[in-house]
T-cell receptor, first 115, second 115 residues
């Protein structure tokens, strides 16, 4: 049973560039959430996708956008990169059963460095 | 608004010692869920436990145990007879009805188990 996968593992960009991160959910899951984890801090919620729509959003600017595909995989796009965007980006998947909170299972993350 | 506080930023123990990681949460909702995740150096968040607000029974899983006390808004995690492989950063997280499926994480506790 494949877990959550993310690509790429590491990425180095320069300020002002754009980046796309990818996530494939765990088998049987239909919901994907994205989190940003700065060094030495807990993860911060960016947004969540279900049925190809953004359902919830955390306190992140519009430079952060996403997409969910019919096969439930997801992309996170960040435009106009800033040095402060350097972080570990974590994808989590879950099955939306109608309950308010389903257990989220995380991928290994993508380490983004902005120079 | 929901908040999770992990006051212990770093704990160091010697192998075979017992250790307790503290977690205090804040929420105005009566229905909420609490989680613990482990983050080893590889970076992936590993799910350990999920608890809903209506179930205050303590839980034990092997060397791990959790103590949930609504009266003090705490959800503490104890590792008995710690091992070097337990070295990691541990995160407590909360989700309530207002937050939907969004997880709010504490700042994490880095546990170092020395041989």
């Amino acid at each position: 049973d494949a877990g959550v996968t993310q690509s790429p593992t590491h990425l180095i960009k320069t300020r002002g560039q754009q980046v796309t991160l990818r996530c494939s959910p765990k088998s049987g899951h239909d919901t994907v959430s994205w989190y940003q984890q700065a060094l030495g801090q807990g993860p911060q919620f960016i947004f969540q996708y279900y049925e190809e729509e953004e359902r919830q959003r955390g306190n992140f600017p519009d430079r952060f956008s996403g997409h969910q595909f019919p096969n439930y995989s997801s992309e996170l796009n960040v435009n106009a990169l800033l040095l402060g965007d350097s972080a570990l980006y974590l994808c989590a998947s879950s099955f939306r059963s109608g309950a308010s909170t389903d257990t989220q299972y995380f991928g290994p993350g993508t380490r983004l460095t902005v120079l | 608004a929901q908040k999770v506080t992990q006051a212990q930023t770093e704990i160091s123990v010697v192998e075979k010692e017992d250790v307790t990681l503290d977690c205090v949460y804040e929420t105005r909702d009566t229905t909420y869920y609490l989680f613990w995740y482990k983050q080893p150096p590889s970076g992936e968040l590993v799910f350990l436990i999920r608890r809903n607000s209506f179930d205050e029974q303590n839980e034990i899983s092997g060397r791990y145990s959790w103590n949930f006390q609504k009266s003090t808004s705490s959800f503490n995690f104890t590792i008995t007879a710690s091992q070097v492989v337990d070295s990691a950063v541990y995160f407590c997280a909360l989700s309530d009805n207002n937050a939907g499926n969004m997880l709010t994480f504490g700042g994490g506790t880095r546990l170092m188990v020395k041989p």
